[in-house]
Each structure stands twice: as C-alpha cells, then as structure tokens.
C-alpha cells in the first residue's frame, strides 16, 4: 500500500532522529563498567587486535527503512542514503598503546683523565688498589728511580709517591696486586724488561699494600727469577688473588710465552721460570680477573681475551681504544671495567670489561 507523503517524511525523521554518534556506538561494544579496574598491563594483553568496526543497530534500521521507501521521491530516498553511509561507516576502536621497557643505560668507554704529571712520562704497568677505590697504582719504564706511584681516577693526579729502598731500578716493566700468606694485600713490582736479552737473572719486588696514601719509602722483599730456557725480554706479570698465590711472567718477544715460577718461590726467595703456554708477539702488558675466567693480553692497540692461562678454548683478538704507545692494563678492583694507559702524556681510558670482545 502506498503511504501518504507525510507518512513517509514522518518515518523519514523518526529514523534519522534515532541516530547516535560513532562515540556512542563504540560505547554500546565496550566492556562494563567494572571493567575499568582492570590493569593496564591486563588490558593490553587481552585486548584483541585493532579491527575497524560498524555501529550495526543503527546501520541495520537505517537500510530497512530505506527499502520501505522504494516509491517514495528521489530526494527523499538521497537523504535517507546519506544518512545510512554516516551510520554504517566503519568506526576504529581506540588503540591501547603496547607497553614498552626503557632501554637500559649501556655503559661505554670513556676517557677518565689525562696522566700529564712530569713524574709519571713513561707509564709502564697499572694495577688497581685493594684498600683505596678511587687509585690505580703505576710506574715508569726504564730509566726512573725504584719508586711507583697512586693516581686518582677522577683526575690522574699522583696522591702518594713510594719509593724502595735498597733497591736500583734496571728496567721496571710491570705490577700486580696480591695477598700474601698471612692475607695481607701486597704489590708485585716485576723489574724484568730485557730488551738485549743479556741478563742472566731478573727480581720481583714485593711490598705491602701502603695503608696510608702518603709519601714514603718502604723496603720490599726482593726475589731472584732465572728462566729455565735462557734470558727472555718481559712486560707483563699476572699475580693470583689466593693467599700466598703464585705470579706469571708474561714474555715480550716475537715467540712470546707464559712462565710460571717454582712453586714455593716465596719462602725461599728465589725462582726458576719455565714456560707453560704461547701467546702472541710482543704483548706489554696482562691482566686477569681473580677466577682466571678471563685472561687479557696487550700489544699496543692489539687485544687478545683467554680462558685461563693454558687452555684449548678459542681466543678472542679485539682492538684497544688508539693510543700513541699503548702499554699498560688492569682490571678494576671490582673487575667491572678494564683501565689502559700509555707512555708520554697518556689518557687513563676506562673499559668496560663485559664489551671487550
């Protein structure tokens, strides 16, 4: 049956009047309203993925009023249409935005300070304090006094002088913190460099940890160390944290070698060295974490990682921070970072050890 034009512009209003807004129709889908307690983090897990959604109530009345005006004008069926492509348009639901960790600080290498003072012009060895945080104990190559030195981190300034009495420096290439038998923390001085290769005896210098960061001279007990294989050119020691531990000598030299020393050389004072392992060419200086699960050897700019001192486990090469003569390197006391140094004016480069690789 035809119905009267009002009739028709009646039902035309009454439907378009039962529209609503896509915020409303969002609101009919979401969830109740205790749902809102609901944690952020529980939210984004159960929340589906992000679909375009329609308002379908709305969108459904709209065309099957369209349908029951298939004889009415074609303005009026025009209206009805653009009311029906507002209704049924597809709606995003809003997004919750994926939860992200912040990415952790990573800690890179950095220059502590500059080791400029006239004292110091040919750093040689490094070796970190076990009674002092904040000081790396050091020396000069050849040519020096028998004395070493404390350096501040923060600013490479030189906070205590210690000299050895009785003793006439040759070539002081290397130092190493250890514990002695009864415990106490103790410096290794290595005076072992021999480039000509003519010395028929080397000597290891030992000294308790200074307590006090203050000028001094103290008397070190002396040990006399002859290599089973004939003279060797050295720069490098490793020194065990156990108590009364052993000390290495780490050759320079083209077909460098490890060389462990008599076993209780320190009782009697003196030691034969024979060689325990290779290493590469020419290394300056080595350094180990107490567990001995990371040994590293320095040439230069060159770097080497091992796995203990005689191992089959594969070798690890890397390259130092440049640095004009590259020399000395140690672990920090708490093994967190490695420092290096250099001969001449030198910056003190912090490392972190987990990223020599």
């Known amino acids: 049956m035809k119905l009267p034009n009002r009739v028709s512009v009646a039902l035309i209003v009454v439907a378009t009047t039962a529209l609503f807004t896509p915020e409303q129709a969002w609101g009919e889908l979401a969830p109740p309203a205790h749902a809102a307690a609901v944690s952020t983090l529980t939210r984004a897990a159960a929340a589906p993925s992000p679909r375009a959604v329609v308002a379908p109530a709305k969108c459904k009345k709209l065309r099957r009023a369209l349908k029951r005006t298939k004889k009415s004008s074609v303005t009026k069926r025009r209206v009805l249409r653009k009311r029906i492509k507002v209704a049924c348009k597809k709606i995003s639901p809003p997004v919750t935005p994926p939860l992200t960790t912040p990415a952790p600080d990573v800690e890179r290498t950095r220059t502590m300070c500059t080791i400029s003072n006239p004292r110091l012009p040919e750093v040689s060895g490094l070796t970190s304090s076990e009674l002092h945080p904040d000081i790396l104990w050091t020396h000069n190559d050849s040519g020096d006094q028998a004395r070493i030195f404390a350096i501040n981190l923060s600013n490479c300034a030189i906070v205590a002088e210690v000299g050895l009495t009785g003793v006439v420096a040759r070539d002081f290439e290397a130092i190493g913190r250890g514990v002695d038998n009864s415990g106490t923390s103790v410096l290794w001085i290595a005076d072992i460099g021999d480039n000509a290769q003519s ?159």
């Open 199 to 357: 010395r028929a005896n080397v000597t290891l210098y030992r000294i308790p940890e200074p307590a006090m960061l203050t000028d001094q001279v103290v008397a070190p007990d002396a040990f006399t160390i002859t290599y089973a294989d004939g003279a060797r050119n050295a720069e490098g020691i490793l020194v065990s944290h156990a108590q009364g531990g052993p000390v290495w000598i780490v050759s320079k030299e083209a077909n460098g070698g490890i060389y462990e020393l008599t076993a209780g050389f320190q009782q009697v004072g003196s030691a034969v060295a024979t060689r325990i392992a290779d290493v590469p060419s020419f290394l300056t200086d080595a350094a180990a974490k107490a567990d001995w699960s990371t040994v590293v050897l320095r040439s230069g700019d060159f770097g080497q990682i091992r796995h203990g001192l005689v191992t089959n486990e594969p070798t690890v090469n890397f390259t130092f921070p440049h640095q004009p003569q590259g020399e000395a390197v140690t672990f920090s006391a708490d093994e967190r970072y490695v420092y290096i140094a250099s001969e001449g004016v030198s910056e003190l480069i912090r490392i972190p050890s987990d990223q020599l690789r």
